[in-house]
């Protein structure tokens, strides 16, 4: 009997890409593929002393250049899945550079791009040398649909989506630790310092709605940035007590499926509200900060939303029971450039065929008892780490860092794979 093929998925960031990895992983094993999930403390070690047939990245600098280029020799194919999407030449050239640690990356070594849209997708066949066969036009795994389930929850809570990670950062180094070494005369840093007064200005925004909306009796839920420390909120529960809640679930979906109506900054974070047909309220007429530059293609974020100048108007917009989601051609448009939500296969499904019908006839190159085994006692060796080093430590990997000892799917992923295997 043939032994199967191990496949092993990076997940970068928990809280941004732990549904739609553990999603792709569920399909993979349907295909007949023992499925490992690694995150940023397992992933390297793992590959440094074992060869899994495949694995899936969510970046080319995950590893340095001699890294792949020493796992692909032993036969791993390396397949890299775009988690942060751009359609400017200052993000596209951050998510794949030419070189990293002074080392140049050779595109060549990866058996495929699994990229968001044509940005990215042109970027790379041009610039980084890599056959255009390689490079597929997929779409996020992030908006695929089978992470949407149907709402059904009427219950009336505000939703507050913070994208405060500049001023809390999710392994809560003090902001000087950033400022230290950037450059204020040099333009490309002039976005982390607009970050910096949107950021704030925007948090004292909600803060204020949330203490508002808490006096008059309503239910407020704060889900944080993926790259965010959820600890830093516990001020806020402190203040507002148990009609407060900081959101604690491992996917946005989850979230999203228990608040009636959204407000926050005007970024991409509004495309999930926005897919899921709830009412967004933006800061954005109350604020005096805003982004420039780049971080313009923000604006189309703001089409569906809804423009309350004062912070009581944005509390009688949240109250409002008649409130109901807009929806805009050009945001509609947009996304489907940006995402390319228009493709007919989905992006989780794509990938696992492509995978599978690249791969059918190679044989397994690992022991997947030993593989799990060794990454049961990375998960177990790092909790005890955390847990005796640095009291902060154990938080920000329940927070952020994958970990097949604390994470496990939740009831609402497991109906969502029901409904879709």
């Not at 890599?130 to 908006?143: F, M, W």
């Not at 313009?296 to 912070?311: C, E, G, I, S």
């Given at each position: 009997?043939?032994?199967?093929k191990t496949?092993?998925?990076?997940?970068?960031?928990l809280?941004?890409?732990?549904?739609?990895?553990?999603?792709?992983g569920?399909?993979?094993?349907?295909?007949?593929y023992?499925?490992?999930?690694?995150?940023?403390?397992?992933?390297?070690?793992i590959l440094?002393?074992?060869?899994?047939?495949?694995?899936?990245?969510?970046?080319?600098?995950?590893?340095?250049?001699?890294?792949?280029?020493n796992i692909?020799s032993?036969g791993?194919k390396?397949?890299?899945?775009e988690?942060?999407g751009?359609?400017?030449?200052?993000?596209?050239?951050?998510?794949?550079?030419e070189?990293?640690?002074?080392?140049?990356?050779?595109?060549?070594?990866?058996?495929?791009?699994?990229?968001?849209?044509?940005?990215?997708?042109n970027?790379?066949i041009?610039?980084?040398?890599?056959?255009?066969g390689?490079v597929y036009?997929n779409g996020?795994t992030?908006?695929?649909?089978?992470?949407?389930?149907?709402?059904?929850?009427?219950?009336?809570?505000?939703?507050?989506?913070s994208?405060?990670?500049?001023?809390?950062t999710f392994?809560?180094?003090?902001?000087?630790?950033?400022?230290?070494?950037?450059?204020?005369?040099?333009?490309?840093?002039k976005?982390?310092?607009?970050r910096?007064?949107v950021?704030?200005e925007?948090?004292?925004?909600?803060?204020?709605?949330?203490s508002?909306?808490?006096?008059?009796?309503?239910?407020v839920?704060?889900?944080?940035?993926?790259?965010e420390?959820i600890?830093?909120?516990k001020?806020?529960?402190?203040?507002?007590?148990?009609f407060?809640?900081i959101?604690k679930?491992?996917?946005?979906?989850e979230w999203?499926?228990?608040?009636?109506?959204?407000?926050?900054?005007t970024?991409?974070?509004?495309t999930?509200p926005?897919l899921?047909?709830?009412?967004?309220?933006?800061?954005s007429?109350?604020q005096?900060?805003?982004?420039?530059?780049?971080?313009?293609?923000?604006?189309n974020?703001?089409?569906?939303?809804?423009?309350?100048?004062?912070v009581d108007?944005m509390?009688?917009?949240?109250?409002?029971p008649?409130?109901?989601?807009?929806?805009s051609?050009?945001?509609d448009?947009?996304?489907n450039?940006?995402?390319?939500?228009?493709?007919?296969?989905?992006?989780i499904?794509?990938?696992?065929?492509v995978?599978?019908n690249?791969?059918?006839?190679?044989?397994?190159?690992?022991?997947?008892?030993?593989?799990?085994?060794f990454?049961?006692?990375?998960?177990i060796?790092?909790?005890i780490?955390?847990t005796?080093?640095?009291?902060?430590?154990?938080?920000?990997?329940?927070n952020?860092?994958?970990n097949r000892l604390?994470?496990?799917?939740?009831?609402?992923m497991?109906?969502?794979?029901?409904?879709t295997?």
């Amino acid at each position: 009997m043939k032994n199967k093929k191990t496949v092993i998925i990076h997940i970068d960031a928990l809280r941004r890409e732990y549904l739609s990895g553990w999603l792709l992983g569920e399909f993979f094993k349907k295909k007949g593929y023992n499925v490992l999930l690694t995150s940023r403390h397992s992933s390297k070690r793992i590959l440094k002393f074992l060869t899994p047939d495949i694995f899936i990245s969510s970046h080319v600098f995950l590893l340095t250049p001699l890294q792949w280029k020493n796992i692909t020799s032993k036969g791993t194919k390396v397949y890299i899945n775009e988690a942060e999407g751009t359609n400017h030449l200052h993000g596209v050239s951050t998510t794949y550079p030419e070189t990293y640690n002074n080392k140049t990356i050779d595109y060549s070594l990866f058996s495929g791009i699994f990229v968001w849209a044509d940005y990215s997708y042109n970027f790379v066949i041009k610039n980084r040398k890599i056959d255009s066969g390689k490079v597929y036009l997929n779409g996020s795994t992030r908006q695929s649909v089978l992470s949407r389930p149907e709402r059904k929850n009427d219950k009336v809570v505000v939703g507050i989506i913070s994208r405060f990670e500049i001023i809390n950062t999710f392994d809560q180094r003090h902001p000087f630790v950033n400022l230290i070494d950037l450059d204020p005369e040099h333009p490309d840093w002039k976005w982390y310092y607009e970050r910096c007064a949107v950021d704030s200005e925007a948090f004292s925004i909600v803060s204020k709605l949330i203490s508002k909306l808490i006096k008059l009796g309503h239910y407020v839920s704060m889900r944080a940035h993926p790259n965010e420390s959820i600890d830093s909120y516990k001020l806020l529960k402190k203040k507002f007590g148990k009609f407060f809640e900081i959101d604690k679930s491992l996917s946005i979906s989850e979230w999203l499926n228990n608040v009636s109506v959204v407000v926050g900054t005007t970024s991409s974070a509004f495309t999930e509200p926005y897919l899921s047909k709830i009412p967004i309220i933006s800061t954005s007429k109350i604020q005096n900060f805003h982004y420039s530059g780049d971080y313009q293609f923000h604006d189309n974020f703001d089409l569906p939303a809804y423009h309350p100048k004062t912070v009581d108007e944005m509390v009688e917009l949240c109250t409002n029971p008649e409130l109901v989601a807009k929806s805009s051609k050009v945001l509609d448009e947009f996304l489907n450039s940006f995402y390319s939500l228009d493709n007919k296969i989905d992006p989780i499904v794509k990938i696992v065929d492509v995978v599978s019908n690249e791969n059918e006839d190679k044989s397994t190159n690992i022991n997947y008892t030993i593989a799990k085994f060794f990454l049961y006692s990375l998960d177990i060796l790092f909790i005890i780490k955390n847990t005796i080093i640095n009291s902060k430590g154990i938080n920000v990997m329940k927070n952020y860092n994958y970990n097949r000892l604390l994470h496990k799917p939740s009831k609402f992923m497991k109906n969502i794979l029901k409904k879709t295997l």
